[in-house]
């Protein structure tokens, strides 16, 4: 049996990330963000300079290793055992009473008793791993998200504005950064989008509408590394300044499984089931 822990934080952390300030918003914030880095960037960084494929490969097997070794120490296995077994007894009862309903409710309440008594010996497992898992799955959602902006290579930026925000929109750039289009877009929809070109580093994107003006930060490198996709204002004429990145695709752009194209998300997913399932049984997990 996986650990809810294995299942239910990836979910969740899709939904609500160590890389937002909202729901499903790729902006970072920056004292969570720096916390993160700090601690991971030393250890698990490295991991990703054999190429995102590999280094969630190997984070996948070391967190199911941790997790499945903390449940071998940290919970009563032989406790764990027995109720397995008993649950399997209880199954068994189940299907032979099938044409006895009454007294096969009985049967199935005695049974979710046990069940519930073997998730119990679960707990202490799944606390002492939950924040060590959230921390990490907060620094992957950061960091593997998305394509890095490489030197040379179009991208495009976007601008969100206040409903009744109309007119033109300028985006000023720095020495190293080239627009390919006009540096003046009409703004419809509350959006104005604006296609670029940088060099590797660090540049600053000045946008402007009417009297007011916003920066965003971009980095171009030939690294997995990238600023946050976007930024949030309050009481501004911008909602929000996004960079539009290329969502990762670590089995190569061109894989596809049944349609579906797995992002670090979903290749951790299927590798940590399998190696779950692997750990379970060489160290005789309940």
Same mark, same amino acid.
């Given at each position: 049996?996986?650990?809810?822990?294995?299942?239910?934080?990836?979910?969740?952390?899709r939904?609500?990330?160590?890389?937002?300030?909202?729901?499903?918003?790729?902006?970072?914030?920056?004292?969570?963000?720096?916390?993160?880095?700090?601690?991971?960037?030393?250890?698990?960084?490295?991991?990703? &300079?054999?190429?995102?494929?590999?280094?969630?490969?190997? %984070? +996948?097997?070391?967190?199911?290793?941790?997790?499945?070794?903390?449940?071998?120490?940290?919970?009563?296995?032989?406790? %764990?055992?027995?109720?397995?077994?008993?649950?399997?007894?209880?199954?068994?009862? %189940?299907?032979?009473?099938?044409?006895?309903?009454?007294?096969?409710m009985?049967?199935?309440?005695?049974?979710?008793?046990?069940?519930?008594?073997?998730?119990?010996?679960? /707990?202490?497992?799944?606390?002492?791993?939950?924040?060590p898992?959230?921390?990490?799955f907060?620094?992957m959602?950061?960091?593997?998200?998305?394509?890095?902006?490489?030197?040379?290579?179009?991208?495009?930026?976007?601008?969100?504005?206040?409903?009744?925000?109309?007119?033109?929109?300028?985006?000023?750039?720095?020495?190293?950064?080239?627009?390919?289009?006009?540096?003046v877009?009409?703004?419809k929809?509350?959006?104005?989008?604006? +296609?670029?070109k !940088?060099?590797?580093?660090?540049?600053?994107?000045?946008?402007?509408?009417?009297?007011?003006?916003?920066?965003?930060?971009?980095?171009? !490198?030939?690294?997995?590394?990238?600023?946050?996709? %976007?930024?949030?204002?309050?009481?501004?004429?911008?909602?929000q300044?996004?960079? &539009?990145?290329?969502?990762?695709?670590?089995?190569?752009?061109? /894989?596809?499984?049944?349609g579906?194209?797995?992002?670090?998300?979903?290749?951790?997913?299927?590798? !940590?089931?399998?190696?779950?399932?692997? /750990?379970?049984?060489?160290?005789?997990?309940?």
């Open positions: 049996m996986l650990s809810l822990l294995e299942l239910f934080i990836p979910y969740f952390l939904q609500i990330d160590f890389s937002t300030n909202k729901f499903i918003n790729h902006s970072r914030p920056k004292s969570t963000m720096a916390f993160l880095d700090s601690i991971f960037n030393p250890t698990l960084g490295p991991l990703m &300079n054999l190429s995102p494929f590999w280094g969630i490969l190997i %984070m +996948s097997l070391l967190i199911s290793l941790a997790i499945t070794l903390v449940y071998k120490y940290f919970s009563n296995q032989t406790e %764990m055992k027995r109720l397995k077994d008993e649950q399997k007894e209880y199954q068994k009862k %189940m299907k032979e009473l099938r044409d006895n309903p009454q007294e096969m009985k049967v199935q309440k005695e049974a979710m008793g046990k069940n519930f008594e073997y998730m119990k010996h679960s /707990f202490k497992p799944t606390l002492i791993t939950m924040l898992i959230l921390l990490i907060g620094w959602t950061a960091h593997l998200s998305f394509e890095p902006i490489y030197p040379g290579e179009t991208y495009t930026v976007t601008a969100v504005f206040k409903p009744g925000v109309l007119g033109p929109a300028e985006l000023v750039v720095d020495n190293g950064t080239t627009l390919v289009g006009s540096a877009q009409e703004i929809d509350s959006t104005a989008t604006w +296609s670029l !940088s060099t590797i580093g660090e540049h600053f994107l000045n946008f402007k509408v009417g009297q007011e003006e916003q920066t965003k930060k971009i980095l171009t !490198s030939t690294k997995l590394e990238y600023e946050s996709q %976007m930024t949030v204002y309050d009481h501004s004429d911008f909602t300044i996004k960079v &539009n990145y290329n969502k990762l695709r670590p089995m190569g752009p061109d /894989f596809t499984l049944l579906w194209q797995p992002g670090w998300l979903g290749l951790y997913i299927i590798t !940590s089931l399998v190696f779950s399932v692997l /750990f379970r049984k060489v160290f005789n997990i309940y």
